[in-house]
C-alpha cells in the first residue's frame, strides 16, 4: 500500500513529516514531490525515501506531494496511526546557500546566526582577504543534536580545478592558514550529515594577522632557508601545523638546536 497526499506551500521553506501512534511491524518512510503540471510526469521527486520524522527543503512556492509507505513494502496493519504534515517558513537568513555557486559573502568580524537544517543541509560561506593570515571559527548555541564540522577551500580562476581544499573536515572551533591574499570558501555541516536542528545557532569569523613570518613553509618544498647562529621566531598554528626549515653545511659539523618560551 502507498498513501499519496497533496498540499499548497506559499513561498520558500521547510515542509516535516512526523507520525504518532505507528502500529508495531510498521516502520513509516515518506517521500516529497513538486507538481509539474506541464510535463510528461506529474511528480518531480525532491527527496530519497526518508524514515520519519523528516523534512525537506522547499525551493519555491507550489503544489508538492508526499507519498507515505511501510519501509520495506513487507508489512501491513489496520489500526489507524497520525501523520502531521507542517510547514515551517524560511528562518535562515543564508538560505539558499547549499552549494558554493550559492555561497553568501560576508566579512570578517561577522558573528553568523544560522541552522543545519534539514538533515543533509550544508552551509557556503565566501569570505575575501587582502593579505595572508589565519580565519578562525567559532561556535555557541548550537543544539546537542549537531556537531557543526568546517572545511577551508581557496578559489583560484587558474587553476583546475578552481577550488582547492586547504583544510579538511574539523570540529569548531576552528582555524585554517590562509597563504595568501584572495578568495576564501568554507562549509559548514553536521560532522556525520545525520542530523540536523531547526535551531540557529552562533559561529563567529574572525581573521587573525600572520603569526608566522616564515609562513608559508608547510611543505618540504616550502622551506625556509636558514644559517647557524639564526634565531627563529615561529609558531605552531593552527593544528597540524608543520614548518620546514633548509640549513647549508659545508663541513662536518655538530648542530645544536634550543627554544624558549
Same mark, same amino acid.
Given at each position: 500500500?502507498?498513501?499519496?497526499? &497533496?498540499?499548497?506551500?506559499?513561498?520558500?521553506?521547510? *515542509?516535516? +513529516?512526523?507520525?504518532?501512534?505507528?502500529?508495531?511491524? *510498521?516502520?513509516?518512510?515518506?517521500?516529497?514531490?513538486?507538481?509539474?503540471?506541464?510535463?510528461?510526469?506529474?511528480?518531480?521527486? *525532491?527527496?530519497?525515501w526518508k524514515v520519519v520524522p523528516t523534512a525537506a527543503v522547499i525551493a519555491e512556492a507550489g503544489t508538492y506531494y508526499i507519498a507515505v509507505i511501510d519501509d520495506y513494502n513487507d508489512a501491513e496493519s489496520n489500526e489507524k496511526m497520525q501523520l502531521k504534515i507542517e510547514f515551517i517558513k524560511e528562518f535562515d537568513e543564508y538560505e539558499p546557500n547549499n552549494d558554493i555557486e550559492n555561497a553568501k559573502e560576508i566579512d570578517f568580524g561577522t558573528n553568523i546566526k544560522s541552522a543545519i537544517f534539514p538533515e543533509g543541509d550544508n552551509e557556503w560561506f565566501k569570505v575575501t582577504t587582502d593579505k595572508p593570515g589565519y580565519i578562525r571559527l567559532m561556535a555557541k548555541d548550537y543544539s546537542e543534536d549537531i556537531t557543526p564540522e568546517v572545511s577551508y577551500y581557496l578559489y583560484d580562476e587558474w587553476s583546475e580545478p578552481k577550488m582547492k581544499e586547504i583544510r579538511e573536515w574539523e570540529e569548531?572551533?576552528? +582555524?585554517?592558514?590562509?597563504?595568501? +591574499?584572495?578568495?576564501?570558501?568554507?562549509?559548514?555541516?553536521?560532522?556525520?550529515?545525520? +542530523? &540536523? &536542528?531547526?535551531?540557529?545557532?552562533?559561529?563567529?569569523?574572525?581573521?587573525?594577522?600572520?603569526?608566522?613570518l616564515n609562513e608559508p613553509n608547510d611543505k618540504f618544498t616550502e622551506a625556509k632557508n636558514v644559517n647557524k647562529g639564526d634565531t627563529l621566531s615561529l609558531s605552531i598554528y593552527p593544528l597540524e601545523d608543520v614548518d620546514y626549515y633548509k640549513i647549508t653545511i659545508t663541513e662536518a659539523d655538530t648542530l645544536k638546536f634550543y627554544a624558549k618560551e
Amino acid at each position: 500500500d502507498i498513501d499519496w497526499y &497533496s498540499f499548497e506551500i506559499p513561498e520558500r521553506g521547510y *515542509i516535516r +513529516a512526523m507520525a504518532t501512534n505507528v502500529p508495531e511491524g *510498521i516502520n513509516i518512510e515518506v517521500r516529497f514531490a513538486r507538481y509539474k503540471e506541464w510535463e510528461g510526469d506529474k511528480e518531480d521527486w *525532491i527527496t530519497e525515501w526518508k524514515v520519519v520524522p523528516t523534512a525537506a527543503v522547499i525551493a519555491e512556492a507550489g503544489t508538492y506531494y508526499i507519498a507515505v509507505i511501510d519501509d520495506y513494502n513487507d508489512a501491513e496493519s489496520n489500526e489507524k496511526m497520525q501523520l502531521k504534515i507542517e510547514f515551517i517558513k524560511e528562518f535562515d537568513e543564508y538560505e539558499p546557500n547549499n552549494d558554493i555557486e550559492n555561497a553568501k559573502e560576508i566579512d570578517f568580524g561577522t558573528n553568523i546566526k544560522s541552522a543545519i537544517f534539514p538533515e543533509g543541509d550544508n552551509e557556503w560561506f565566501k569570505v575575501t582577504t587582502d593579505k595572508p593570515g589565519y580565519i578562525r571559527l567559532m561556535a555557541k548555541d548550537y543544539s546537542e543534536d549537531i556537531t557543526p564540522e568546517v572545511s577551508y577551500y581557496l578559489y583560484d580562476e587558474w587553476s583546475e580545478p578552481k577550488m582547492k581544499e586547504i583544510r579538511e573536515w574539523e570540529e569548531l572551533p576552528s +582555524a585554517c592558514f590562509l597563504p595568501k +591574499a584572495g578568495e576564501y570558501y568554507f562549509e559548514l555541516i553536521d560532522n556525520y550529515n545525520d +542530523a &540536523s &536542528s531547526i535551531d540557529l545557532f552562533d559561529v563567529k569569523v574572525e581573521f587573525m594577522e600572520l603569526l608566522d613570518l616564515n609562513e608559508p613553509n608547510d611543505k618540504f618544498t616550502e622551506a625556509k632557508n636558514v644559517n647557524k647562529g639564526d634565531t627563529l621566531s615561529l609558531s605552531i598554528y593552527p593544528l597540524e601545523d608543520v614548518d620546514y626549515y633548509k640549513i647549508t653545511i659545508t663541513e662536518a659539523d655538530t648542530l645544536k638546536f634550543y627554544a624558549k618560551e
